[in-house]
């Protein structure tokens, strides 16, 4: 019998959710996602120096500031991943801009510019924006544009109805963040069809393909194969290395469990205008934490690496 990875592989598009290389090129994903603390892990494996020590080069001939020499690091790893995946890689906008939609749309056309450079296209790109307000009207902007983006740090049907009338390419709800703020408030167990981010997900799913949003769904950040295997059929899940590896190993039969045809039923229609989207998070409080909580995360670890990349300039 097929693996579950590979059964999993014919309903959903595949996504490696890491910055190393060849775990990358051991899984055969379709698209890779990135974010900061991704790209802070992989920048310490040996293997993947020439890619941070290309940029910290470029920074002293340059005499460029370090913000510009982290972009390029995300860049010089994106451009790698390319070389590797069919699909898309997603690059993040600094976190730090969460609360900053003309900052973030700055960055955005920046890195496109970075990849442009390196002759590589913009439909290869997907731009990683964090699901703030200002996150929202960035990526209305940028979508506006053809450039496609990735709202990320998800917890909330408002933040993907939000992000859907934005025409945001793709969203990314993250499963385990809300599986943990759950946990952490004293409940469960939770069965996989139980778990609370698998069924925002769910919802989601069912919300986008009832009102006839082209948004695609991408399950992320999982804590165990039972949260994929719940959301078989979800149109993208992008997936640690860890969990990839497991889903590899294992066989027995993974039944469909998202379809667009057959989806329970979904929410009604939302209008949300900024003094709405704002009402339904504050009223949402694991939504609201575990937002704040990714966009400090996210900032602490790209803080990190621009540390490390200052240090070496000034060496």
Known sequence: ?????DQ???MTTVVADTGDMEAIRQFHPTDSTTNPSLILKAAEIPGYARLVDEAIEWGRKARAPVGDVTDRIAVNFGAEILKIVPGRVST????DLSFDSEAMIAKAHKLIGLYKDRGIGHERILIKI?????????VRKLQSEGI???????????????????GAFLVSPFVGRIFDWHVKAGEGPFA???????????????YYKAHGFKTVVMGASFRNTGEIEALAGCDRLTISPNLLEALAKEEGPLPRKLDPAKFDSAPAKLALDEKAFRWMMNEDAMATEKLSEGIRLFARDLKALQATVAKRLAA
Do not use: H
């Open 148 to 166: 496609d983006c990735n709202m990320t740090l998800m917890f909330s049907l408002a933040q993907a109805a939000a992000a859907a009338d934005a």
């Open 130 to 138: 964090a699901s703030t307000w200002e996150g929202v009207e960035a």
């Open 8 to 10: 999993l592989s014919k």
């Open 92 to 95: 993040e906008v600094d976190a």
């Open 1 to 5: 019998m097929a693996s579950k990875l």
């Open 192 to 206: 996989p069809d139980d778990d609370p981010g698998v069924k925002s997900v769910r919802t989601i799913y069912a």
